[in-house]
């Protein structure tokens, strides 16, 4: 995880606004909002007055391999290989299988809930050809991770049980939607993640016969 991913998981966790950052710094949001797009990079006393505010060290804010004291202070409340594990028997007892569904939370909305132990999985989206929705688990009542998505079938015949067939093969290494690849007869699912489990962007793909037929961008995280 970079400095910018970093930066806005802290400041998100911390239900800071770019603004209210700002201000504690003394700075312009503008350039808050350039250090979480990547597009410029704190000088060292403002390195030093974020690690004071995120009480995280600065080599853990701007070095690659750190790994964020969000996810740390997470971990300790809640195992991430828990949550990883739930969340791969979870997508395998709803959307996927058609089972689990329940009333619809909202109008034309499609509805999926999936609870053990303590934990609890809830799937919601809009839409058929073009759709959209939002993969929810809490923990002892207590949320912990989300994902938003938004997709679209580009074929009219798309054929939504090789999606179905693809998302079945989750794994809790990496636990959004497919894997990296998976191909059958002449469809061929592809999954690009950046980031982690506690904070990522993605997309997948399917092509038939090379030519794309289905797209879905998807973000999310940690919530505390």
């Known amino acids: 995880m970079g400095f910018k991913e970093k930066l806005q998981l802290l400041r998100t966790s911390m239900k800071l606004s770019q603004e209210e950052l700002a201000n504690r710094l003394d700075i312009s949001r503008q350039s808050i ?7 410029s990079f704190p000088d060292i006393q403002n390195l030093i007055q974020l690690s004071e505010i995120f009480k995280v060290s600065i080599d853990r804010l701007v070095k690659e391999n750190a790994t964020c004291t969000v996810s740390l202070c997470c971990e300790q409340k809640y195992p991430m290989q828990d949550i ?3 969340l791969v028997r979870a997508k395998n007892n709803t959307y996927i299988t058609g089972e689990n569904e329940i009333m619809p939370s909202q109008p034309g909305s ?3 809930r999936y609870e053990d132990g303590d934990y609890l999985y809830m799937d919601t989206y809009l839409g058929g050809q073009i759709f959209v929705g939002e993969e929810r688990v809490w923990a002892k009542q207590q949320a912990v991770w989300a994902m938003n998505y938004y997709g679209q079938s580009l074929q009219e015949n798309f054929d939504i049980s090789f999606l179905k067939e693809a998302l079945s093969c989750v794994s809790a290494a990496a636990p959004f939607r ?3 690849f998976y191909q059958k007869g002449d469809f061929m699912y ?5 980031g982690n489990f506690e904070c990522f962007t993605g997309e997948e793909r399917i092509y038939c016969r090379q030519e794309k037929v289905y797209i879905c961008t998807f973000h999310g995280g940690v919530v505390l």
């Open 110 to 112: 499609h509805d999926f």
């Open 190 to 194: 592809h999954c690009q993640i950046q």
């Open 33 to 39: 909002t350039k250090w979480e797009n990547g597009q």
């Open 84 to 86: 990883r594990n739930f």
């Open 178 to 180: 497919g894997p990296e």
